[in-house]
């Protein structure tokens, strides 16, 4: 979505022909089905089975989406604003040590707090949520109050959130949760065969969430119209920088509920959680088509986009193809993606 778009304006210039463009999501998403059919193809020849017609592979492409996933949701919008989030992967490691050390049973081998196990479920996800929203509100401060380019202010948070993660239980891995916590990070049958997988179902309701904020709220139309012309945005009105302190809270926020999900699926936490998780949020926010100039973005292109990078990860290891290659590959993906941003801006910019 654009800022014109977000304020209910047409985007044709008065006098001309309104041109009819494809919406962002369906264009993108026929790159997501091409890929997947490529992959399906060369799967018969080479490997002599299906690609996609595999639930266990299925499975894990939206399992491996689910937690970057609910970090690039935030960073979506941050990079709408026409900033950007360094500190998201960081956050998790740090959020992750801090909700374990609440979340450990009672009788636990490294209990990071003595005499305080088996505490109820929502004490670590709270303490996860309200680390990461910290983290995210110090960044907006610092970028909207301090006039800290959001690179350096989100750099910052991320080398110092990565040495709490470190320091706060000495490098040692935490583990050993209560049943009630793990549940976050597993499946429940709900009757039959019928199941729910939570990492998942929580993402999607994310998605859902600040699709719908961004999209029809005042919050979403304040977010596009800042990183479209945040000095026209500030002229109108707008308090942008309560705002952005508002979306960098959200990321930070977002960070710490990936977090939470991480460790409740992996029943243990280690300081180097979340290790560059920021650049596959980042990626999975340009390839879905949102400009890192600002202004431009929607969440569903984000969560294409992320499903875009899982299919390729996902087909590489399928075809036997080096981690080394992929990485390759997935680097020239991820700059084709900012060349066709850049294009697109240098058309916007035509008269």
Request: with cysteine.
């Amino acid at each position: 979505m654009s800022a014109n778009e977000a304020a209910g304006r047409s985007p044709a210039a008065p006098g001309r022909l309104a041109r009819r463009r494809i919406p962002q999501e369906i264009s993108i998403l026929v790159v997501l089905i091409g890929i997947s059919l490529v992959f399906e193809l060369m799967g018969w020849p080479l490997k002599g089975q299906s690609f996609l017609l595999n639930l266990d592979r299925l499975s894990i492409i939206f399992l491996q989406t689910s937690v970057v996933g609910i970090i690039a949701v935030g960073v979506a919008q941050t990079i709408i604003t026409g900033g950007v989030d360094l500190s998201s992967g960081s956050v998790v490691g740090a959020t992750a040590m801090i909700a374990a050390s609440f979340a450990q049973v009672a009788t636990a081998r490294s209990l990071v707090y003595h005499g305080l196990g088996d505490l109820p479920f929502f004490v670590p996800v709270a303490a996860g949520l309200l680390a990461g929203l910290f983290a995210g509100v110090v960044n907006g401060v610092l970028i909207a109050y301090a006039s800290v380019p959001p690179f350096i202010a989100t750099l910052g948070m991320m080398v110092s959130a990565r040495g709490f993660a470190i320091w706060y239980t000495n490098g040692s891995p935490v583990s050993t949760f209560t049943p009630a916590f793990r549940v976050i990070g597993s499946s429940t049958r709900l009757f039959g065969d019928l199941s729910i997988n939570w990492p998942i179902a929580i993402f999607l309701a994310v998605a859902l969430i600040f699709h719908i904020a961004m999209c029809y709220t005042r919050y979403g139309k304040f977010t596009y119209a800042i990183g479209s012309n945040m000095q026209a945005a500030r002229v109108s009105g707008i308090d942008v920088r309560r705002h952005l302190v508002k979306v960098y809270g959200i990321a930070g926020l977002l960070s710490g509920l990936a977090a939470v999900v991480m460790i409740a699926r992996g029943d243990s936490a280690q300081s180097g959680m979340g290790l560059g998780y920021e650049l596959q949020a980042i990626a999975a926010v340009v390839i879905g088509g949102t400009s890192l100039s600002g202004g431009v973005g929607r969440i569903t292109s984000t969560v294409i986009g992320l499903l875009i990078l899982s299919v390729v990860q996902s087909g590489f290891t399928f075809l036997g193809v080096q981690a080394s290659l992929q990485q390759i590959v997935l680097g020239a993906i991820i700059v084709t993606a900012v060349v066709i941003d850049q294009y697109r801006r240098n058309r916007r910019r035509k008269p």
